[in-house]
């Protein structure tokens, strides 16, 4: 009965973990601020904490067993000792909200005691072996977690038919379970990240880092409907670096892909905060201005156009080139006024800048 209710226990643990990871994952904590996401993660180990005590075992009138510390060692191990404190002073409290006994009070010298013990293991780890898995760190923390609790929970019930039952029990129980759990947030975590590296990527160019085609048209597609919408002026930049094919037979596709890069930072760098920059495919490369009229754009496409003409693009340590762009303009509804023609009309007058000597705008003035 005391290893089904310890199983049980563990249950509980991992299923609330699992729910946590996806919630603080849509949530978006990454990016938080560091207060509100350590205050949200010590919260929810807190109340981690305190479900796993809901669902501990009696073991003596006044003791009660759980995994409660499992969610201090996570915070630990995975995010930081501020998460992990916070955590432990929550789960010390809700502890005495449960009743205020001699078990509380033991209850709070195990935490204490394992908090500044995990703190010490996680320093040691840290400054000795800084290629440590969580897994080793975990294992040593439910070591020392165990030996405290055997400790503290002999003093306490002093009856040797229970802890015969209760200490071996616990002991496979909680390093199953503290391994367990160390398993799920590093699965968990690997998947999300992978999740969110595929999701970047679906939607970033690999090589400048700008939008690619795939989020150029959806974007493209959302500034066009809330143009049409708000009665905005809606103006796009198409853009094309001249004699690129003669960089790249000159100086190798290497040389090529760096000036790609470089050349996304100035199209950034040169536009308007507001402004969209993305690479559509090769050399060529688009920008999309929302609430913009016909006329500034033109200012905007030639600021971009001197910006690269006079920028210096490195080849070598001791070598730079330059290069020149054609660009070509349109703008809903001054000079394109069915919204399925614009990137159409830009295309056309960007091939015109290339057939009327490069290095320009064109556009329909």
């Known amino acids: 009965m005391l290893f089904e209710d310890l199983f049980i226990n563990l249950s509980v643990l991992i299923a609330l973990i699992f729910i946590y990871l996806q919630l603080r994952h849509r949530m978006g904590l990454e990016t938080m601020p560091a207060k509100k996401a350590i205050a949200i993660d010590g919260f929810a180990g807190g109340v981690l904490g ?13 003791a009660i067993v759980d995994l409660r510390f499992i969610p201090v060692m996570l915070l630990l191990i995975f995010l930081g000792p501020p998460q992990a404190m916070l955590s432990a002073m929550l789960i010390i409290l809700g502890r005495f909200l449960l009743g205020v006994n001699t078990s509380a009070l033991a209850a709070t010298i195990l935490m204490v005691i394992l908090i500044i013990g995990f703190l010490a293991i996680r320093k ?58 160390i398993f799920f947030v590093e699965y968990i975590r690997k998947t999300q990240y992978l999740l969110m590296k595929y999701e970047q990527e679906s939607t970033t160019d690999f090589l400048t880092g700008l939008n690619n085609v795939r989020q150029f048209d959806a974007i493209w597609n959302e500034l066009i409907r809330s143009a049409v919408e708000k ?61 913009c009229p016909h006329e500034k754009a033109i200012v905007i496409a030639e600021n971009i156009r001197k910006a690269v003409e006079n ?47 490069r290095n320009k705008v064109c556009a329909s003035y």
């Open 124 to 181: 040691f780890f840290s400054s000795r072996q800084r290629h440590a898995t969580p897994y080793q760190m975990g294992f040593v923390m439910i070591i020392f977690s165990n030996i405290v609790f055997s400790i503290i929970i002999t003093v306490l019930i002093q009856d040797a038919v229970i802890l015969r039952d209760l200490l071996p029990s616990y002991w496979l129980v909680s390093i199953v379970g503290g391994i367990t759990a």
């Open 311 to 357: 920028h210096k693009f490195r080849v070598s340590s001791s070598h730079s080139i330059t290069i020149t762009i054609s660009i070509g303009a349109a703008t809903y509804p001054e000079t394109v006024a069915d919204t399925a023609h614009i990137v159409e009309k830009a295309d056309e007058y960007l091939y015109k800048a290339k057939r009327t000597g």
């Open 50 to 62: 305190f479900l796993l005590m809901y669902f501990s075992i009696q073991v003596s009138t006044e």
């Open 231 to 291: 009665d905005e002026k809606l103006s796009l930049l198409i853009i094309d670096i001249d004699h690129f094919k003669t960089v790249n037979d000159t100086y190798g596709h290497p040389v090529g892909d760096k000036i790609l890069i470089e050349l996304g930072k100035v199209l950034k760098s040169a536009s308007r905060s507001v402004d969209i920059v993305s690479r559509n495919g090769g050399e060529e490369f688009s920008v999309i201005l929302p609430d």
